[in-house]
Nanobody, 125 residues
Framework: QVQLVESGGGMVQAGDSLRLSCAASGFTFSTDAMGWFRQALGKEREFVGAINWSGSMSYYADSVKGRFAISRDNAKNTVFLQMNTLKPEDTAVYYC??????????????????WGHGTQVTVSS
């Protein structure tokens, strides 16, 4: 059974950094693209970024471009989200998911599956 477990969230101050991890099991992780999404209170779930199967290509929402970076370690079945220069507007529950095949460089939540339960990131000013 496919399982994704996010970790690494916490409470930080504006300007700080965090690295989130997503540990995968139950599928062939090394052949799948992975994505990160977030959902703030009162907001819709929004795309953060994604990375292809090998880690050679990634893409991001404009709101995090230049501050966040996705990487992966296929030998350890783990994808990471490095978050730098955090802002209060980054406060949200962060989720990882598996990108479906045939959707290209999608930014839509419907094109991802097997969501984890999320990890809370809170950034205070």
């Amino acid at each position: 059974q496919v399982q994704l477990v996010e970790s690494g969230g916490g409470m930080v101050q504006a300007g700080d950094s965090l690295r989130l991890s997503c540990a995968a099991s139950g599928f062939t992780f090394s052949t799948d693209a992975m994505g990160w999404f977030r959902q703030a209170l009162g907001k819709e779930r929004e795309f953060v970024g994604a990375i292809n199967w090998s880690g050679s290509m990634s893409y991001y929402a404009d709101s995090v471009k230049g501050r966040f970076a996705i990487s992966r370690d296929n030998a350890k079945n783990t994808v990471f989200l490095q978050m730098n220069t955090l802002k209060p507007e980054d406060t949200a529950v962060y989720y990882c998911a598996v990108r479906r095949y045939g959707v290209g460089a999608s930014r839509q939540s419907a094109d991802f599956r097997s969501w984890g339960h999320g990890t809370q990131v809170t950034v205070s000013s």
